[in-house]
């Protein structure tokens, strides 16, 4: 939005450049970027400007209310903590399932008792609900504009990246030594773990199909195939399916998310990160319509892309939608948050990749 704002603005400053022109070359360069100059410190001061009344309208109307489907994380709780003390506005929470979050959006909206303001879930739920009209326009906030450039294609004027949940594999090291732990996602064709991994299904809503979207995206349908035959054991309960690697059923599960890592220390079970790169969700921020607290909840978003909260975010395994926070997120988790992307889904070709999901394993 900034850099359209500049573009716009220059038009008149090219027809100048003209007659300054003709004054003389050093003169005229002078007063081109004597012009520049004014005009960037009046543009950045009139935008500081616009924030502090943002943010003076924020804290009146003194309450964020933020609708997340990060079911049941104690990190985000802490979050919410920080952001409050920072800025005194206060938060009122609901965290809930992705399937629960969608029926509450649209029956908030359909009723006209509007009491959402911010948004925090998966891109393409966002995109969906945007096209069913229950989500308003996001104005920029100042800190869109520190994502990072492989992401920053997805702002738009409804939404912005907020940090991406990743995937990758969870091997037991007690039946797994280390020459034989998989390094790629390719080295679970082999024969020898036919049988032996435990799968979230790829055929339905989850990281199981988030896999299948991203690896049929870079690897195509051959490796699936070829997957298919290893036999792989089906499981829709993510809790307790790390439990079950850590207890030794399975040698390996897929795709494992690096959320819950600290809830894993002390178990026999290791994380993975092939060297392909991981598959992701990437979570984004929005604003529901007709939001009874606009200016807290453009406050709360701005906030959220801090360098606080995005080493936040790094700390519980996540990626964060900011670049070079590396050094400052925890060691153990600073090889999850700086894993590569390999890719992530994509609701435009969804229905047709479950349905292809679901003739490959049947």
Not at 139 to 146: I, L, Q, S, T, Y
């Amino acid at each position: 939005m900034v850099e359209a704002m500049r573009a716009s603005t220059y038009q008149p400053g090219w027809k100048a450049r003209g007659r300054i022109s003709r004054i003389g070359g050093r003169t005229g360069g002078m007063l081109l970027a004597l012009a520049a100059f004014l005009w960037f410190h009046t543009s950045a001061t009139a935008q500081d400007a616009d924030w502090e009344r943002t943010m003076a309208e924020a804290r009146k109307e003194g309450t964020v209310v933020y609708y997340t489907s990060f079911f049941g994380s104690p990190q985000q709780l802490a979050l919410i903590k920080r952001f409050e003390e920072e800025t005194g506005i206060r938060v009122q929470l609901l965290d809930v399932r992705v399937s629960e979050l969608d029926l509450r959006i649209r029956t908030e909206q359909s009723s006209g008792r509007y009491l959402a303001d911010v948004f925090l879930n998966g891109g393409d739920n966002v995109n969906i609900n945007y096209r069913a009209g229950l989500i308003a326009p996001l104005a920029p906030v100042p800190n869109m504009k520190r994502i990072r450039p492989e992401f920053a294609t997805e702002i738009t004027d409804y939404k912005t990246p907020g940090y991406m949940i990743a995937y990758g594999l969870l091997v037991n090291t007690k039946m797994v030594k280390p020459d034989e732990t998989p390094k790629r996602w390719h080295d679970l064709l082999d024969p020898k773990w036919k049988g032996k991994i435990l799968a979230d299904d790829l055929r339905a809503s989850g990281g199981g199909f988030v896999f299948f979207s991203a690896t049929l995206k870079k690897f195509g349908r051959d490796y699936h195939e070829a997957l298919a035959k290893q036999n792989l054991v089906f499981s829709r309960d993510p809790g307790q399916d790390q439990q079950r690697v850590a207890r030794g059923e399975f040698p390996l599960r897929l795709p494992q998310t690096f959320a819950p890592y600290q809830l894993l220390k002390g178990l026999p079970v290791n994380m993975v990160i092939p060297e392909e790169g991981v598959p992701y969700v990437r979570f984004d921020f929005s604003v529901a319509k007709n939001a009874p607290h606009p200016n807290a909840a453009r406050v709360f978003i701005n906030w959220y892309l801090s360098d606080g909260a995005q080493v936040g975010f790094g700390d519980m395994g996540a990626i964060p939608a900011v670049a070079g926070l590396e050094d400052r997120i925890r060691p153990e988790a600073r090889m999850m948050a700086t894993a590569r992307p390999l890719g992530t889904t994509n609701e435009s070709t969804r229905d047709a990749e479950m349905q292809l999901a679901t003739e490959i394993y049947k």
